[in-house]
């Protein structure tokens, strides 16, 4: 990986980089509108995918392959896939939900700039059974590594993904020639959108909600009851998360701060510039991080 892109080793991030960790995570989206027609760089794509491969890998097996896809004709062939699926999906959906479901935008494969199919080759640790040999789906959650690293790294170029799931699996293999000892993983939509909406669009359109964290932790066994004190620094946290903001410059807002320990004294070489982040937002992100955490700018 290229030097800038790395911290010393041993060393903790700095508050500015640990910032831009936790923002990535935070304002990602499941992109399926808002996509620009603009192109996108070889080279912005290529560190996106460079970041996938470096996906942690139960036993070091790495069984992800990329199929980067940008024929328009093969895109309107996998709408066509969705678009069947998502009929064969309808019937499944609470009768109430439906009229929603079908208000849905739940693709962009065609507005998109290109189109990735993650996939896992199943055979690929076939001679090596290190970490498989009592969970043979460890590939599969390989793979998923590999999805997030692409989909972190996109948010951090201010690049929008959307992951295409209501598709039939065998029919996309079909299409992509995919062999049949490997599986389609995500079909995701990739490129420059005009906004990341504040909220996921799922919750936006009333159809579904975060859940509460503290519900979901157990201790010790499952539903085991205990860790009151963790639970209740999550729900600080959380509460922290959706008091007023404080305006900034150009439409942006920094949540409010959480005090946190101090940074290590040799401070991570992450770059911004590695990043992409605009200056703008690295200024913002700097005086609003001091001795915070975490202190996002929140667009």
């Given amino acids: 990986m290229p030097e800038h892109m790395t911290a010393p080793m041993g060393d903790g991030f700095d508050q500015m980089a640990r910032d831009a960790v936790y923002r990535a995570m935070f304002t990602r989206r499941d992109v399926r509108s808002h996509f620009l027609p603009d192109a996108l760089d070889d080279e912005v794509l290529a560190r996106l995918l460079l970041a996938a491969h470096h996906a942690p890998s139960v036993g070091f097996m790495q069984p992800w392959n990329f199929i980067v896809i940008r024929d328009a004709a093969r895109r309107g062939d996998v ?23 079908r208000k849905l935008k739940l693709e962009g494969i065609c507005e998109s ?42 948010r951090a170029e201010g690049v929008g993904v959307g992951w295409v799931s209501i598709i039939e ?59 009151v004190p963790l639970k209740s620094t999550v729900a600080r946290l959380k509460a922290s998360d959706v008091a007023p903001a404080t305006t900034c410059p150009a ?49």
């Fill in 79 to 101: 709408r066509d896939l969705f678009l069947a699926a998502r009929e064969q999906e309808l019937p499944e959906i609470e009768e109430e939900r439906q009229a929603l479901y």
């Fill in 169 to 227: 699996p065998q029919a996309l293999k079909s299409l992509l020639s995919i062999p049949e000892h490997v599986t389609p993983v995500a079909y995701l939509c990739v490129g420059r959108v005009s906004e990341f909406a504040s909220k996921p669009d799922l919750e936006t359109h009333g159809w579904g909600r975060r859940l509460p964290l503290p519900d979901l932790i157990m201790s010790e066994t499952f539903r085991g009851q205990g860790e």
């Fill in 251 to 299: 439409g942006q807002f920094v949540a409010p701060a959480v005090p946190q320990r101090e940074p290590p004294k040799e401070a991570s070489a992450l770059s911004f510039n590695s990043l992409n982040f605009d200056d703008a937002s690295a200024s913002l992100m700097s005086q609003a991080g001091s001795g915070t955490w975490p202190a996002m700018v929140l667009k």
């Fill in 113 to 154: 700039a290109v189109n990735i199919c993650i996939t896992c080759d199943r055979q690929r640790s076939q001679g090596s059974p290190l970490g498989r040999w009592h969970n043979p789906e460890m590939d599969l959650y390989s793979t998923v590594c590999a999805v997030q690293n692409f989909w972190l790294a996109a």
